[in-house]
């Protein structure tokens, strides 16, 4: 393990600033959006101090930011961008132009509201809604882990060609203040090594991209993007071990917490899933026997590794911060599909906790779990609000 | 003006035969001397058009340079997404060019276009207008004249063309200009002047569609003439947005020579017509009082 | 640093592999480009077939020696042409559509006068034939013909009646059309190719020609139209001449001098020039009297108008009746006339308006209504209901079998006999009328031809024209040969300017050197659109349905 670092007391907005600075990218176009902003600040202030040397650009919406993203990538270079709710809602096309052009473009969404009526809290509705874009998508729970993740999608995403996107909630992380450990240049560069792929945009090669196809080319391209989010699996849980090693922080695709012999599995993502830990560790010590899932990659969504952390498991109780309308919890409605044709699945149960940025606290989260143990499991997902858990 | 002429044009096609432009498209010979003429060090970036068509069917291109198919709103911020790539590659040589419909230009892709001039984008901007959605089957756009038909405006289209290039001059980069494939020479001359520019450069090219005017198979070059000579569409340039040349303009042909011949207008009285060259003398008379004033 | 090498995923399929130059496109259309040589409307109403088109071009392009040599392959006398034709080329000009015609006929006499200025000599053959060829008359046809077989590679012998060469261009058209000099000069140069003339020489009977073509492989016949019909009941008065007699003795510095006042019948250029010779003589009345209207007039509008300018008076719709005689006075008695219905030519014809009928007070009264052709020497040698070859060996041509009274169509008959000739003694010539439909105004792309009127020539001023035989009209100069070359559409005549190369859309045209229309369309890729047709300046390009 190299122990290359310096500790550094910040938000996890810019926690993901200096894991963008130190992947190097070359080209930065950033549209600003509360609470996404500080992220694109503190770049261009790193670039103006000279540690950051890229293009920046500002355009007039997040759309052509995604735009140039795109092309600036396949002109074969590393890029960076950020955003949040209508932003990435406005990036919505180019999402599915990203990923249809194998563009491993690294993008931060921080997790906010959507409209309308307007607000800005914490909500996973805005990339959970993109979950269909062809983006592999990380939700990270704090500073050092968005750093981190930063580092690691780039891996991931330049081995499978294929956008990636780091996401954390607005204010319970993102700009939240902690302690982080900042990897040094050298250690970072070892992991990540430059982009170099085989085919861009350059008349020495001279060919061409997104020219008009036909059915079956059009079959055998989205086959294609499909082989490679399933082998995003092997590499993302790759680019982790490696990570581990060189600075002792791993996170795994999906973290089991306390999870041998529970009655109760909670699965959540985010900013949850440390309450959640401290509802387990709560709980085991009160004789219950809960455990945390924390799904961590959620596209691809690892469902061998799902199937089998929850073998043997008789409840799974779902915490979702966001909402598809007409179906509940999106995690909910996604893990109750994962379960589905396993020998004794699980019951699983979905609760709506936290929805706009509601309190979710591990009183909370402990009478859930005895909800959970109690009753059968609603086919739908369950409205809690924060008067719920008293 | 001479009898023959000769074009100064890199001889090896950069755009190559066997695309699929309709037979006789003003588009295509628009192409052939964009692309000839700026050379092999270029990417092009291409949004959902008839130019996306004339580029060709995967995995055949028909321009010889690379080129990225993007979204029609998107043309400008791609070809800026390009440049500051080749520019962090110490690959600045390589011209970033965009080539859109006036529909991607004038209408859906402006804002993108607009905000590009106004970073002062390296880039070069060719708007193909062929005043309308011609790819689609003739629907107006923000570029389609007074009076004429659409399939969305099939009484005649009630408002008049926007003026892009005012607009764009309006943003002071450094050029912008209008061309027609009616004059090569005027063409390849802008372009060349273009292209040891930097900053944001924009031609507006009037490429005449066949179909969507109504017109035959041979008449690109001749309508593309009349568009100039009466008047309709000088061409022009516009450097720093104020200083104006006029490179061929009005002959005193009457607006009805170039109107009489295109289905579009077949519809209009005689009154309509008179309206059209009454807001012709009108915008001709402006632009002439815009070169004097800032001669 | 470790390069990605390890790459667990394909390049995509998305990236493009090649061009669409593997696309035929070609299949697409139903017509294909044609690069075509088409005769322009000039040259096709041009008697001698000059390539007028491409003698102006080299014309432009400074080529003056190229030029006159292309003109002379159809026409030894260029000069003189230039001066006297009637010029058909430039009615037919497709400028004159569009602003002017193109004044053929003044750049034929700048390159004829300078050819003669610079002594430039004729292109011959060698005298490589052992066949000898006679000709009989020295006039236009009789040596173009004798010009077209010495160039050939033929000896030829041309027999004149008369003591001069030139026929008519000697005796018929008076110095101040066609000074003495240019046309000697011409015809000096034309013997210089080694043509033997025999002047004084007067062949008249069958006999006659019978004897020659002992000698000779071959007998050209043209004798001219020698029989003057003169006027009915007028031509034996004192007060009568006949105009080309009267032409005739100016020409030869003896001539009769008219009365102040003078009547002209006639409506042909004899009549003019016999009109506008008696103003020269001191004539002050000179009035032209005719059958018909103006328009009718056989002789040029041009000169009409210089002989108004000059003050000859038109009477037309009137004939001669008679000539009396009142005390002193002569007068001639006319009977006024009026246009019936169109005879077999399609003239009308003129009909006599009962009971009108009115004198002129005259002096001398010219009669120039024509000649006709004296054939009875001719009988049992040629079959004269077709053109001239009865397969012994004599030919014709001229004035002698043809209505039409035009130097250019002696020269081009002159041509046509020699060709026949040419044939008949074996030898192979292609036939010299092209198949293509001329150009027409419409297939000329106007854009590349900037409106600009034909030059002006510098004309005598009238008052002091009529002093003496002077020249009326000026060469022209050098800035007005390259402008109104430059006039030129050059119908039908690539002058490879590239434009179907350069506008192409599909790229399907290509410069190719090694092919005579220096173009080849790339079948593969042509859709067939006919931009380069439309944009070929000059209708070089047709556009030719494909059957498939």
């Excluded at chain 2, 993108?112 to 107006?140: H, P, V, W």
């Excluded at chain 3, 250029?269 to 009035?287: K, M, Q």
């Excluded at chain 3, 092209?434 to 150009?439: A, G, I, L």
Aim: aromatic share 8%; with cysteine.
């Amino acid at each position: 393990m190299i122990k290359e670092s310096k500790a550094m007391l910040l938000t996890g907005n810019h926690a993901v600033s200096y894991g963008a600075m130190l992947a190097r990218p070359n080209v930065l176009p950033i549209y600003p959006i509360t609470p996404q902003t500080p992220i694109a600040e503190k770049l261009t202030e790193l670039q103006l101090n000279g540690e950051l040397e890229a293009e920046t650009i500002t355009p007039e919406s997040e759309h052509s930011a995604m735009a140039a993203c795109i092309t600036a990538s396949l002109t074969g270079v590393r890029v960076f961008t950020a955003t949040a709710s209508q932003g990435l809602f406005l990036m919505h096309e180019m999402l599915h132009y990203a990923s249809g052009a194998r563009a491993p473009i690294v993008m931060a969404n921080v997790n906010r509201t959507i409209g309308s009526p307007w607000g800005f809290w914490p909500d996973q509705t805005d990339s959970l809604a993109q979950r269909d874009t062809g983006w592999i998508q990380y939700y990270s729970e704090s500073a050092q882990e968005s750093l981190d993740t930063v580092l690691q999608a780039y891996r991931t995403a330049e081995q499978v060609l294929l956008p990636a996107m780091v996401i954390h909630e607005a204010f319970y992380v993102s700009h939240s203040l902690e302690v982080v450990d900042v990897p040094s240049r050298t250690l970072v560069d070892s992991y990540l090594p430059p982009f170099d792929p085989e085919l861009y945009l350059d008349p020495s090669i001279n060919r061409s991209w997104g020219n008009v196809v036909n059915q079956e080319m059009f079959w055998r391209h989205r086959k294609a993007l499909g082989e490679a989010m399933d082998q995003a699996l092997d590499v993302a849980a790759k680019a982790d071990t490696e990570w581990k090693e060189l600075t002792g922080r791993g996170y795994e695709l999906l973290e089991a917490y306390r999870c041998e012999d529970a009655e109760v599995l909670i699965v959540t993502m985010g900013s949850m899933c440390g309450t959640a830990r401290e509802a387990v560790d709560m709980m085991r010590d009160q004789g219950t026997a809960a455990g945390l899932l924390k799904v961590r990659l959620f596209r691809p969504f690892p469902v061998d590794m799902l199937q089998n952390l929850l073998k043997g498991v008789p409840r799974v109780m779902v915490m979702d911060r966001n909402f598809s309308p007409g179906l509940g919890g999106i995690l909910h409605q996604e893990v109750k599909a994962a379960v589905c044709g396993m020998e004794k699945a699980p019951a699983v149960h979905g609760f709506l906790t936290g929805v706009g940025g509601l309190n979710v606290s591990p009183a909370l989260i402990a009478s859930l779990v005895k909800r959970t143990k109690l009753k059968q499991a609603d086919i739908n997902s369950i409205w809690v609000g924060e008067e719920d858990g008293e | 003006m001479e009898n023959d002429k000769h074009y100064d044009i890199c001889e090896e096609n950069i755009f190559s035969s066997g695309h699929q432009a309709c037979p006789g498209c003003g588009q295509a010979l628009a192409f052939r001397y964009v692309l000839n003429t700026l050379g092999p060090d270029t990417i092009a970036v291409v949004p959902p058009s008839c130019a996306a068509i004339i580029s060709g069917p995967q995995p055949y291109s028909s321009m010889r340079i690379p080129v990225y198919q993007t979204t029609l709103e998107s043309s400008a911020a791609s070809a800026s997404g390009i440049k500051r790539a080749l520019k962090s590659k110490g690959k600045d040589h390589i011209q970033a060019i965009a080539i859109a419909g006036d529909g991607g230009t004038y209408d859906i892709g402006f804002q993108a276009l607009s905000s590009a001039a106004e970073r002062g984008e390296d880039i070069i901007y060719f708007c193909m207008d062929n005043e309308g959605y011609m790819n689609t089957g003739t629907q107006k756009s923000s570029s389609t004249p007074h009076y004429a038909y659409t399939t969305s405006t099939p009484g005649g289209k009630t408002t008049m063309k926007k003026n892009l290039v005012e607009i764009m001059a309006a943003h002071q980069i450094p050029y912008v200009a209008t061309a027609t494939v009616g004059y090569l020479d005027d063409l390849v001359n802008k372009i060349k002047k273009a292209k040891e520019i930097k900053g944001t450069r924009l031609i507006n090219i009037l490429t005449p569609c066949l179909d969507g005017w109504g017109l035959t198979d041979s008449s690109a070059v001749g309508i593309s003439r009349l568009a100039v000579t009466s008047g309709i569409f000088p061409l022009y340039e516009v450097e720093n947005g104020t200083r104006y040349t006029l490179n061929y303009g009005a002959d005193g042909t009457p607006v009805s020579e170039y109107l009489k011949v295109q289905r579009r207008y077949r519809h209009l009285q005689e009154e309509q017509i008179n309206e059209i060259q009454a807001e012709v003398d009108l915008q001709y008379s402006i632009l002439k009082r815009k070169i004097a004033c800032f001669a | 640093m470790a390069k990605t090498s390890d790459k667990i995923v394909e390049i995509p399929t998305t990236w493009t592999t090649g061009w669409t130059d593997i696309f035929n496109t070609g299949t697409w259309r139903s017509a294909v480009p044609v690069h075509q040589h088409r005769p322009a409307p000039c040259h096709k109403a041009c008697p001698v077939n000059g390539e007028i088109p491409t003698w102006i071009q080299q014309l432009k392009n400074g080529e003056h020696r190229e030029a006159w040599l292309s003109l002379t392959a159809n026409n030894p006398f260029p000069a003189v042409i230039g001066r006297v034709c009637h010029h058909p080329c430039e009615l037919e000009c497709n400028r004159n559509e569009y602003d002017e015609k193109v004044s053929v006929k003044a750049l034929e006499r700048y390159l004829g006068d300078l050819a003669l200025e610079k002594d430039w000599k004729l292109h011959i053959m060698n005298l490589s034939r052992k066949e000898k060829i006679a000709i009989v008359g020295a006039g236009p046809a009789g040596l173009s013909a004798a010009y077209q077989l010495r160039r050939r590679g033929f000896a030829v012998t041309v027999y004149e009646a008369q003591q001069k060469p030139g026929g008519l261009l000697y005796y018929g058209i008076p110095s101040y059309r066609l000074p003495q000099n240019i046309l000697n000069g011409e015809i000096e140069r034309l013997l210089q190719t080694g043509i033997e003339l025999k002047t004084g020489a007067l062949l008249t009977n069958p006999a006659d020609f019978k004897k020659l073509k002992e000698t000779y492989a071959a007998v050209f016949i043209a004798t001219g139209a020698q029989h003057k019909p003169g006027l009915k009941d007028l031509d034996d008065k004192p007060e009568y001449l006949d105009g080309l007699k009267f032409l005739e003795q100016i020409n030869t510095g003896i001539p009769a001098i008219p009365g102040p006042k003078v009547v002209v019948v006639g409506g042909g250029n004899t009549a003019v020039d016999a009109a506008r010779s008696a103003l020269r003589l001191g004539s002050r009345e000179v009035i032209i009297l005719y059958r018909r209207e103006r328009e009718q007039m056989p002789s040029s509008a041009e000169e009409i108008l210089e002989a108004e300018e000059e003050g000859v008076k038109l009477e037309l719709l009137a004939a001669p009746l008679a000539l009396q005689r009142d005390g002193k006075k002569n007068t001639l008695l006319c009977q006024r006339t009026q246009l019936g219905e169109p005879d077999e030519s399609g003239r009308q014809r003129p009909v006599v308006v009962e009971d009108e009928t009115f004198a002129i007070e005259l002096d001398t009264l010219i009669g120039a209504t024509g000649t006709q052709a004296d054939l009875t020497p001719l009988k049992g040698l040629l079959d004269l209901e077709g053109q001239a070859d009865a397969g012994n060996g004599f030919f014709a041509g001229g004035d002698l079998i043809s209505a039409e009274r035009y130097v250019s169509c002696a020269i081009s008959a002159g041509h046509l006999g020699a060709i026949e000739i040419y044939r008949y003694l074996g030898f192979e010539e292609d036939n010299r009328e092209e198949e293509n439909d001329p150009v027409a105004f419409k297939e000329i792309n106007t854009f590349y031809f900037p409106s600009k009127p034909t030059l002006k020539k510098y004309k005598e001023p009238v008052e002091t024209r009529t002093e003496d035989f002077r020249e009326v009209e000026a060469g022209i100069l050098l800035d007005q040969v390259v402008a109104e070359s430059e006039r030129c559409f050059s119908c039908g005549n690539c002058l490879y300017c590239d434009n179907c190369f350069y506008f192409c859309p599909d790229m399907a045209v290509q410069r190719d050197e090694s092919l005579e229309e220096g173009y080849r369309v790339l079948d593969q890729y042509c859709k067939g659109c006919g931009l380069c047709a439309a944009e070929c300046p000059r209708g070089a390009i047709v556009l030719k349905e494909e059957l498939k």
